[in-house]
């Protein structure tokens, strides 16, 4: 199994970028997907995350300004950022619950991860 992120980069502050994350690999179904992000020397956080039900949360700091959303049929996630702000630089990792074909057992799966920069 395998998460394929794309569409991180550089942006100016108030711009907008949006992220995807695909995941590949001997899947049978997928519980929860969601989007944490990390800098240099704290611990990574949650950014937002949806169930397989399109039920959505979002961590404080970014609510109202950002959207997850989920493709089921394409085993992909999305993660909508707007009115960007310099705070919100970091690499964003997707994550994602995932029941192997292979092993039989839900397990947590990470993305590669992808750099967001807001420039001020």
């Known amino acids: 199994v395998r998460l394929a992120e794309s569409g991180g980069g550089l942006v100016q502050s108030g711009g907008s970028l949006r992220l995807s994350c695909a995941a590949s690999?001997?899947?049978?179904?997928?519980?929860?997907m969601g989007w944490y992000r990390q800098v240099p020397g704290n611990e990574r956080e949650l950014v937002a995350r949806?169930?397989?039900?399109?039920?959505?949360t979002y961590a404080d700091s970014v609510k109202g300004r950002f959207t997850i959303s989920r493709d089921n049929a394409k085993n992909t996630v999305y993660l909508q950022l707007n009115s960007l702000k310099p705070e919100d630089t970091a690499v964003y990792y997707c994550?994602?619950?995932?029941?192997?074909?292979?092993?039989?057992?839900?397990?947590?799966?990470w993305g590669q991860g992808t750099q967001v920069t807001v420039s001020s």
């Open positions: 949806i169930t397989e039900g399109g039920d959505a």
């Open positions: 690999g001997s899947i049978y179904s997928i519980n929860a």
């Open positions: 994550h994602a619950v995932i029941f192997d074909r292979t092993s039989i057992a839900f397990a947590p799966y």
